[in-house]
């Protein structure tokens, strides 16, 4: 591969990704998080709850790409807003697992359609198959770099 001494901000990968990711935070935030006392971060490890049920709180850290330190700080935050619950593992007192509260999947259902719309604005004017391939390829970026580690 030939060696690039410019860089095309306005085509570079990590730019466009980047720039497409604040956006996207940016009116989650505005549209629903805000409203509700909640950061992105907190957002991340609800909608892992309430996709994949109760959680290891480090496979919740695996999950969201949250280091483990910041992690148990949001956990504590959504225990003490009662969206989430915090109890030792059955299988070892040095696990802790965490949960959806009723009110904390309560609020999921309520986001849910308003991070669905978020998305569906995002990818207005893809294919369906467009949209599975983008989708995709950043799956597979990523794993490029968790490979890379």
């Known amino acids: ?25 940016e009116n989650f935030t505005a549209d629903a998080l805000k409203n509700n006392a909640l950061s992105i971060d907190m957002w991340r490890v609800l909608a892992a709850l309430s996709n994949s049920g109760e959680q290891r709180q480090v496979d919740l850290s695996g999950m969201t790409s949250i280091d483990a330190s910041t992690m148990s700080r949001l956990v504590s935050r959504l225990v003490r807003a009662g969206l989430a619950t915090r109890s030792r593992s059955e299988k070892s007192s040095r696990e802790v697992v965490v949960a959806l ?10 986001l849910i359609p308003i991070a669905v719309k978020l998305e569906e604005t995002a990818s207005a004017g893809l294919t369906t198959k467009e949209l599975t391939v983008a989708k995709a390829l950043l799956k597979k970026m990523y794993l490029n770099f968790a490979q890379s580690r």
């Open 1 to 25: 591969m030939a060696e690039r001494n410019h860089l095309e901000l306005g085509n570079y990968l990590p730019y466009l990704i980047n720039r497409v990711g604040f956006v996207l935070v």
């Open 101 to 110: 509260s009723p009110k904390g999947r309560a609020l999921v259902q309520r």
